[in-house]
């Protein structure tokens, strides 16, 4: 579908490309238009295009980018563990946070310490990524003179400058996280807290911190992980808009500069390679289910 969409679309990427290599130039000629589509394969029938690219992907060739020329596997291969990095800190985050939440909230149900937290998780979900990452860059420039590195610091090279780069856009990220998970982490404490074994354990002498932390948290937490696992997902695709606020070169913001270029190598091998992250990440959600529920077995 993005492969039709991006070619049916108006516009004309040869001409960009014409233009942006004319030097100065107002005007290209329709001569140069049509060697130009020739050399970058744009002359041909869209199904001919198509075939081209499956043929391709079938050779694990992921083409090169029209701009550029450079290829989008190196590419995927310097981009995509920053988002990665960038993804796993804000579920990392969220867990920390909504977690200890969720449990407190639910064990003292329908008291101020269950209000405070349902009501910050409404604002969380209300608040949209982008507004609150723009909101705290300005205020930490107007009051701290903080603004966002001009070049990224790679973990291997400065672990700290790349840490204090990232948490700020991971909190920005978590936010929203935070607040689903809590809300489904006291939804399903307090269905879990009603069962039987929990009765069994309490009556057998157990604190309430073990049957919380040891028996009831294992079952609620399947729930949790199965949402954490599509938040992952969406984090992986979803966080361009916090990557270009925030200056990061990940897979966003690869993929904002190659939707306002025209770049179709680009735009649609990064399309198909977050959807096998998609579908790995839900494979490991369903595997890791059987180690939290000894009930479930695949066969």
Do not use: C
């Amino acid at each position: 579908m993005i492969f039709v969409i991006m070619r049916v679309a108006p516009g004309d990427v040869a001409g960009l490309i014409a233009i942006g290599g004319s030097e100065g130039e107002e005007e290209v000629s329709l001569a140069k238009l049509e060697k130009l589509r020739e050399q970058l394969g744009l002359n041909q029938p869209l199904h001919m295009q198509f075939v081209s690219w499956m043929w391709d992907l079938a050779h694990f060739d992921l083409d090169r980018s029209l701009w550029t020329r450079q290829p989008v596997k190196e590419l995927l291969i310097r981009r995509f563990p920053l988002t990665l990095q960038l993804s796993a800190m804000a579920l990392l985050l969220s867990w920390l946070i909504a977690i200890p939440v969720g449990i407190l909230s639910a064990v003292k149900q329908d008291t101020p310490l269950d209000y405070i937290p349902r009501f910050l998780s409404i604002i969380g979900l209300a608040t949209p990524n982008f507004w609150l990452g723009i909101l705290m860059l300005t205020y930490l420039a107007a009051f701290f003179g903080w603004v966002p590195a001009l070049t990224y610091a790679a973990p291997w090279r400065s672990p700290g400058e790349n840490f204090s780069q990232l948490m700020l856009p991971a909190v920005v990220l978590g936010t929203a996280l935070a607040a689903i998970q809590t809300r489904m982490t006291r939804a399903t404490m307090l269905e879990v807290l009603r069962e039987d074994y929990i009765r069994t354990a309490h009556s057998k002498g157990l604190g309430t911190q073990a049957v919380l932390w040891r028996h009831a948290l294992k079952n609620a937490a399947i729930p949790v992980l199965t949402i954490s696992g599509s938040q992952l997902s969406g984090l992986i695709s979803g966080s361009l808009v916090t990557e270009v606020v925030f200056n990061l070169p990940g897979l966003g913001s690869a993929t904002v500069d190659a939707v306002r270029l025209r770049d179709y190598p680009v735009i649609q091998n990064l399309v198909l390679f977050i959807t096998i992250v998609h579908i790995g990440v839900n494979l490991g959600v369903d595997l890791l289910y059987a180690y939290l529920d000894p009930r479930i077995r695949y066969s």
